[in-house]
């Protein structure tokens, strides 16, 4: 690695790397021992260094602990090198392996490998495995002092646990932060009165870690119930963690405080119950552990059921009885069958109207998610975006939403009869890509309906967060200012991809529920409360859409007037341990109660009265892992993702031909307003990445790889096949000129090595194939590379609904029927086809009358509607299909041509609603307004 390469390696990877970087630590160490052990004249210098950068990290893990560390560094002094290796290498394979957690010879730090049949899952059916996790003591007591507590509190262990836990101690409120950062396997803390303020630790990495996380989360932290402070801020940085205050004053006020109720799971008086507070942590962890619907499921699969219902495949006798479909039995294994049943009965709870598992296993959810509720869906985000949209939205609402976001959406708009008015993201011609909706439109759009007296028929505003490409947003600030100029403004925000941000505290803030978080605790603050004064000051309480100041000015939420209303769906099965078609719909919303029957109306319409039993159980398990693992497997996502972007932007081969585009280029410089320019930049640390995370309008998912292959010769489907067909390696979604990457909590650093190898062995074919094949192969790869990446069609527009799908085609607002296109089209009568190369189409272009799409044309990639039913087709919409050289391209057949809405039904359909009255009387009303 390059020296450059190496520094950015120690800053911008500190946070993510924790674990990670912790192994490479313990690695290097390896190798100096074992480079010292083979040359046993050399002196220890080297390896003393190492191992006092490792030591100073180490505090904060229970493993391999200050003993074994005290016997490694006493072997160093005493110039044991043989036994030095063997030690760190004992230490190394247990951190690696993890076996520490099992092995107790482990934490003696000898070479014992475990039984073979201690270990595999069904092979001793004796040793039940009881998962680990650790607990951090936070205490003013000395350092001195904790080996003798840590004793006092594992003679509590007791045979009947189901857990087993070991203690990390330490004695300050930054080190109490530094350790939850740290340390993925934590998932308790007790803390103590009377911890002093400041880190021991003075290490320089150590100590900007330290600032620049303090200011993402525990800035708050001053004085005063200093323990109660502590716990609000590592809540803050881990929701999920069970926080227990110990404390000798007055027990019965801490636990009236509302910060104890929202942070503290219980308050002991001092340790006067050593026994009470360990069966508490356990019964906490258990709390997050127990998944009652997958519990249930396991417990109806071993009771011996007779089934005379409709589901032959329940208890698969019909499969492992079967002359030729036995192999399907083999395949999955039995208990997928027992634990099929279309019983809601029985232990197994009913998803269209739980009452049983299935609430409580939503209700944990919500909790872990920071929703008020939770509704579980089978059948994909698809149909839970419609859901929503159902449920808040009625014929003649207007729904905003970004043009370019997911089919279900516009599906959601034609269903429920919602008026969609479209937002257009910015675009990222050169990848043939969208980035996300800017701000100042979504306001414009807010701003012109007010103009026109509308506002009040604006219910819903539906962004994609983060993009398919991953372009986040700074969804605090998009709902605050939007909220400023409509206080009861519903959001929907579509995580499809983002589930995992939860867990993430850099993303959580950007996710619909962190957001949702921020602001609910903004609203109550009398210091926003004082500068909503002052903005009333100067742009009044009524904002004036006239006046040019409102769009140029960071808007505040009048807190008496706003109803905080935010919705967010998510794909589990995309980011979690889901299986597929698993999803959620997250609820915050204040005013819930008034949607409530609508919402279960919606349920009723898209679920399946057969839901997938083992997808509710995966869900329900999902929910389990992220509560108890989810930090370190997100973080570990995020570390892989940068190690794919420095590994391929900085290999001397592999650059040559591919590059992974960074925050820079997928970001417009304006939205970047806190300078950041990318996660790998020389310069930047994790202070400039928080700040960009805080600020910027938006960030990227570092998760979202784009891999830019047309500077490789190949168009993304191209190269998506040939990874798939010849390498073994499959991705996501492909653009004219790049392949979209991603990482999630399933990949290892072997998937990123096999990749990285993958792209290296590519590149030297082509320098082969370049070297060999003469000018005239150069030339023509050339040509190749230059067609791909600057003959790129301008992606277009929406341009306008039809007048006659119009209130008013006068408005400033694009808002149109697009329910009426959509339905228009199912007669014949009223379509007619149009080859797509046809000069009529040309000659219809320029002397009208106007195309106007009958159906949604979605070419994938890139994977948003280019026309939707209604819409009036222009002259760039045909140059970017003709350009067009995917296959795939829904709602439009070559061999048909495009589908229209012929202009005499356009005609006749114009003169019905333009003499509506229901629409007369609200073209009157605006006009009066
Ligand atoms: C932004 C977005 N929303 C919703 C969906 C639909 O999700 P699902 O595949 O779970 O139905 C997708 C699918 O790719 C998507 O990209």
Wanted: charged fraction near 25%; proline fraction near 5%.
């Amino acid at each position: 690695m390059s020296t450059a390469a190496s520094t950015q390696r120690a800053r911008v990877d500190q946070f993510f790397t924790a674990a990670e970087a912790r192994f490479d630590r313990w690695r290097r160490l390896l190798d100096v021992a074992r480079a010292w052990e083979a040359d046993k004249s050399s002196d220890s210098t080297l390896l003393s260094a190492f191992f006092f950068e490792l030591r100073q990290w180490e505090d904060f893990f229970a493993y391999p602990g200050p003993a074994l560390l005290r016997n490694l560094e006493e072997r160093i002094a005493s110039r044991d090198a043989a036994g030095v290796a063997r030690f760190v290498q004992v230490i190394n394979s247990a951190l690696l392996t993890h076996s520490y957690r099992t092995n107790a010879a482990d934490w003696e730090g000898e070479e014992q490998s475990p039984k073979l049949g201690d270990r595999l899952p069904g092979i001793n059916a004796a040793v039940v495995h009881r998962p680990y996790f650790e607990v951090l003591v936070v205490t003013p007591a000395r350092q001195s002092a904790w080996p003798e507590m840590a004793e006092e509190l594992r003679k509590l262990r007791r045979p009947p646990d189901k857990f087993i836990y070991e203690l990390v101690f330490v004695g300050s409120v930054e080190d109490a932060v530094l350790a939850s950062l740290l340390n993925g396997n934590l998932e308790t803390v007790v803390i103590s009165d009377g911890v002093p303020f400041a880190s021991s630790h003075n290490a320089p990495v150590l100590r900007e870690f330290l600032a620049a996380n303090l200011a993402a989360s525990a800035a708050s932290i001053t004085s005063g119930q200093q323990s109660l402070e502590l716990a609000s801020a590592l809540k803050q940085i881990r929701p999920e963690l069970d926080i227990f205050l110990l404390s000798s004053r007055d027990v019965e006020k801490i636990a009236a405080d509302p910060t104890t109720a929202e942070c503290v799971r219980r308050v002991f008086y001092q340790v006067e119950e050593p026994l009470e507070l360990h069966l508490s942590i356990m019964d906490a962890i258990a709390d997050r552990f127990e998944t009652p619907y997958f519990d249930n499921l396991q417990k109806y699969a071993q009771r011996p059921m007779g089934t005379f219902h409709a589901l032959p495949v329940a208890r698969g006798k019909s499969i492992f009885k079967s002359n030729w479909i036995r192999d399907m039995g083999e395949f999955y294994g039995m208990n997928l069958f027992l634990a099929e049943s279309s019983a809601t009965t029985g232990g197994l709870d009913s998803l269209l109207e739980p009452t049983g598992n299935i609430k409580v296993a939503q209700d944990k959810a919500a909790r872990a998610f920071g929703a008020d509720h939770v509704f579980f869906v089978t059948n994909g985000t698809s149909t839970s975006n419609k859901m929503v949209e159902q449920a808040l939205l009625a014929p003649g609402d207007i729904m905003l939403v970004d043009r370019n976001c997911h089919k279900s959406h516009h599906y959601g708009a034609v269903l429920s009869g919602a008026l969609p008015l479209y937002v257009e993201a910015y675009p990222l011609t050169q990848f043939s890509m969208y980035g996300a909706v800017p701000l100042r439109s979504i306001k414009k759009a807010l701003l012109d309906l007010k103009a026109e007296g509308k506002l009040d028929r604006a219910r819903l505003l539906v962004l994609t967060n983060c993009t398919f490409d991953g372009h986040i947003y700074n969804v605090e600030r998009v709902m605050e200012e939007c909220l400023a100029i409509k206080p009861d403004l519903i959001f929907l925000w579509d995580e499809a991809w983002f589930g995992f941000a939860r867990w993430s505290p850099f993303y959580r803030r950007r996710t619909a529920m962190g957001a949702a978080a921020i602001l609910e605790r903004k609203f109550k603050d009398s210091a926003y409360r004082a500068a909503y004064a002052e903005q009333t000051k100067k742009l009044g309480a009524d904002l004036d859409p006239a006046n040019p100041q409102v769009l140029e000015s960071r808007l505040l939420a009048d807190p008496d007037r706003v109803h905080l209303r935010v919705y967010q769906t998510n794909s589990t099965h995309k980011s979690m341990s889901c299986l597929r078609q698993g999803s959620m719909v997250l609820v915050k919303d204040q005013d819930y109660h008034t949607v409530e029957e609508q919402f279960h109306e919606a349920v009723f319409t898209h679920a399946s009265t057969s839901p997938n039993l083992q997808i509710i159980a995966s869900l329900d398990v999902a929910r389990r892992q992220m509560e108890l693992e989810g930090y370190e497997l997100v973080n570990r996502a995020i570390q892989l993702a940068l190690d794919v972007r420095r590994e391929v932007n900085s290999h001397r081969l592999i650059s040559k031909y591919f590059r992974v585009l960074g925050a820079d280029q997928m970001i417009p410089t304006e939205f970047r307003s806190s300078g950041f320019v990318d996660y790998l930049e020389p310069g930047m640390n994790w202070a400039a990445a928080v700040k960009s995370l805080r600020e910027d309008e938006f960030a990227l998912d570092v998760t979202r790889l784009t891999l830019v292959c047309g500077t490789a010769g190949f168009d993304g489907t191209q190269f998506k096949n040939m990874l798939a067909a010849e390498y073994d390696i499959q991705l996501n979604k492909t653009s004219r000129n790049s392949v979209l990457l991603q990482t999630n909590i399933n990949n290892t650093r072997s998937d990123i090595a096999h990749l990285i190898k993958v792209l290296v062995e590519i590149s030297q074919g082509i320098e082969k194939k370049l070297q060999r094949g003469g000018v005239e192969v150069q030339q023509a790869f050339a040509a190749r590379v230059k067609s791909l990446m600057e003959d790129v069609p301008d992606l277009p527009n929406f341009s306008y609904f039809q007048k006659s799908l119009r209130e008013d085609p006068s408005s400033a607002t694009s808002e149109g029927d697009m329910r009426s296109a959509f339905f228009g089209a199912y007669r014949e009568e009223q379509c007619e086809h149009l080859k797509l190369s046809s000069p009529e189409i040309d000659r219809r272009l320029k002397e009208g009358p106007e195309l106007v799409s009958a159906n949604f044309v979605i070419p994938y990639p890139p994977g948003f509607p280019i026309m939707v039913p209604g819409q009036v087709i222009n002259r760039e919409t045909i140059d970017f299909m003709r350009k067009l050289d995917v296959k795939e391209i829904h709602g439009y057949a070559a061999a048909l041509g495009l589908k229209l809405l012929k202009p005499s039904y356009l005609e006749a359909a114009s003169t019905r609603s333009h003499g509506a009255p229901e629409k007369q009387k609200r073209a009157a009303r605006r006009s009066a307004a």
